[in-house]
C-alpha cells in the first residue's frame, strides 16, 4: 500500500524534473517512511483524541520515543504490523493509565521492572539492522542518559503531585523495557533457529 502509494509520488515528482534517476529509490522511500509516520502519529491522535487523554498520550509519547530509539527492542517484520502493534501498544497503556487508579507503588513498580530490562540489556539490535560495537556503546550510553532523565522527571513529579505526569513516563520506560525483553527473545529465537 505505502510502497505504491511512495512510488507514485515519486513518479510525479521525477516528472517535474525534481530527482535523477539515481537519486529516485532515496526519495521513494523517504516519502514511503513519511507516510508510514504520518499514518502512525494520525492514528495515536485519534486514539488519544477519542479515550480525551491528549495530555496522557504526548507526555507518554515524548517520554517513549527518544528512549525506544536507543534502547531498542522488538521490532515488526513489516510497515503494517508495526503500525497495528503501535495502535494496540498505545491503547493498551492509555487504557492502563485511565483504569489502573494511581498508586506510587503500582506505577513505581512499573517504572522499576522497565528501568531494570533498559540497565541491563540495552541496547538491543533488530536481525535486520545490527549495531557495529561503536554504535552499541553510544546507543547503550544516550539511552541509559534519556532513562536517568525520565527517572528524574518522575521524581520531579512526584515531588510536585503531578501525577498526570508520573502516570505516562512511568508507562514509557516500562513500554520500552518490555520491548526489549521481547527483542532480546525474538533475537536468541532467531539464532537457535539458524
Known amino acids: 500500500m505505502f510502497y505504491k502509494l511512495s512510488d507514485q509520488v515519486t513518479s510525479r515528482i521525477q516528472q517535474y524534473g525534481s530527482i535523477s534517476d539515481e537519486d529516485r529509490e532515496i526519495y521513494r522511500y523517504g516519502i514511503q517512511q513519511g507516510l508510514i509516520l504520518l499514518l502512525n502519529v494520525i492514528t495515536t491522535l485519534v486514539i488519544s483524541i477519542v479515550l480525551k487523554m491528549f495530555l ?13 530509539v536507543y534502547a531498542g527492542g ?3 517484520r513489516t510497515h503494517i504490523r508495526c503500525s497495528i502493534y503501535s495502535a494496540i ?3 493498551a497503556v492509555l487504557l492502563t493509565i485511565k483504569m489502573l487508579p494511581y498508586t506510587t507503588a503500582v506505577y513505581s ?6 528501568f531494570l530490562s533498559v540497565i541491563l540489556f540495552s541496547p538491543v539490535a533488530d536481525i ?6 561503536l554504535e552499541i556503546l553510544i546507543y547503550r550510553k544516550r539511552s541509559l542518559m534519556i532513562l536517568t532523565l525520565l527517572c528524574l522527571s518522575i521524581i520531579l513529579c512526584h515531588y510536585y503531585h503531578f501525577v498526570c505526569g508520573i502516570k505516562p513516563l512511568s508507562m514509557a520506560i516500562f513500554s520500552v523495557g518490555v520491548l526489549i525483553v521481547l527483542g532480546k527473545m525474538k533475537n536468541a529465537l532467531y539464532f537457535q533457529n539458524n
Open 128 to 133: 535486520n539492522k545490527p549495531l557495529d560495537e
Open 109 to 114: 513498580a512499573f517504572a522499576f521492572c522497565g
Open 74 to 76: 522488538y521490532h515488526a
Open 89 to 91: 501498544q498505545i491503547l
Open 56 to 68: 496522557d498520550c504526548l507526555l507518554y509519547m515524548i517520554a517513549f520515543i527518544p528512549l525506544r
